[in-house]
């Protein structure tokens, strides 16, 4: 029986791994702290371990892994900008889970862009103190507004369906474009100039890092929405805070931060935070930050689980899986 260590776990997470481990006759130990080289010792022991986005793979936990028998890494997600991935070839295994639900991910940008368009959350915490005005409600039609959608991915794609469903005109940039009539694809600078509003649904690269910065806000329309579900670090933060301050950009819709590792998923309610950019982010009334909960539904859990599972059975043995990453 192989043992399994999973890091940076939640209760969510160990009801569904908890379902399968069983099927993969794998023992499974869960550890709430992240994988990081202060942590890394506990992997002492183990044959695999699992790890998420806000784990710290450096070079110096990869040697640290390998050193205690570590030979794969199993990534519960989609992304994998957190590991140095130079270091790790020819030294260690990657897996990853591409396509869990990328209609939870799609649907959750969505919800953003409805509830920051048309001012819920601010509704809703008017009406329980009984206030009922609509002064400072207003929002606008979604139909004919015109959507730029970065990334054409299984997930862009499946947000690309709902924007048509709301009879928004929809325009796409992807580096790598896919062969299909219904994407009307774009150049970055010309999605940038032409679109209401814009939504990034691509992985981290070094190439598309801080994309979204103070001069090619300059390119976008006044008011423009930007939601990102993707990855913080698309948007350089301290930019985007001046853009809505100079009313350049109406509004963003995040679920994501560049810095969001030692606060997204926890519990940090009674601890005094001194990232003074994220205070401003949550204290601008036109921006709404959720806590990188895209992913977070039943079929989503489940698929990543069943996945990753799936992945490190097919290393121990021996077996090709799209899933590793060539490095």
């Known amino acids: 029986m192989k043992k399994i260590a999973v890091f940076d776990t939640k209760p969510y997470d160990i009801e569904f791994f908890d379902k399968y481990k069983n099927e993969y006759d794998f023992e499974i130990d869960y550890f709430e702290s992240k994988l990081r080289y202060e ?21 110096k936990t990869i040697d640290k892994l390998i050193e205690n028998g570590i ?19 020819n030294k260690i295994s990657i897996y990853r889970v591409p396509a869990y639900s990328p209609n939870a991910v799609a649907e959750h940008a969505m919800s953003l862009l409805m509830c920051l368009n048309r001012k819920i959350h601010k509704a809703h915490n008017r009406v329980r103190d009984f206030n009922f005005s609509l002064n400072g409600l207003v929002g606008f039609d979604l139909k004919g507004k015109t959507m730029g959608v970065v990334g054409t991915g299984k997930i862009g794609r499946e947000f690309i369906k709902i924007c048509n469903g709301f009879g928004m005109e929809v325009i796409s940039y992807d580096p ?9 694809y774009v150049d970055l600078d010309y999605l940038f100039e032409n679109s209401d509003i814009i939504a990034l649904h691509c992985p981290l690269t070094r190439n598309n890092y801080h994309m979204i910065n103070k001069k090619s806000m300059e390119m976008m329309k006044d008011g423009v929405i930007i939601i990102n579900t993707s990855r913080g670090a698309l948007i350089d933060t301290e930019d985007l805070l001046e853009a809505i301050k100079k009313e350049k950009v109406g509004g963003a819709a995040l679920d994501v931060y560049e810095e969001e590792a030692d606060f997204f998923f926890e519990d940090v309610s009674n601890v005094t935070i001194h990232d003074d950019v994220l205070k401003l982010l949550l204290s601008t009334t036109n921006v ?4 990188h909960q895209a992913f977070l539904t039943k079929e989503a859990l489940d698929s990543i689980a069943h996945t990753t599972l799936q992945n490190l059975k097919d290393f121990f043995d021996d077996k090709e899986n799209d899933n590793k990453l060539v490095l």
């Open 288 to 291: 709404l930050v959720t806590s």
């Open 176 to 184: 790598y474009p896919i062969d299909d009539e219904n994407i009307e």
């Open 71 to 89: 030979d794969v890494i199993g990534m519960r997600c989609a992304g994998f900008n957190n590991i140095d991935v130079k270091h790790a070839k």
């Open 39 to 59: 942590s890394v010792a506990l992997t002492k022991g183990y044959d695999a371990v699992i790890a998420f986005v806000n784990d710290n793979i450096n070079s």
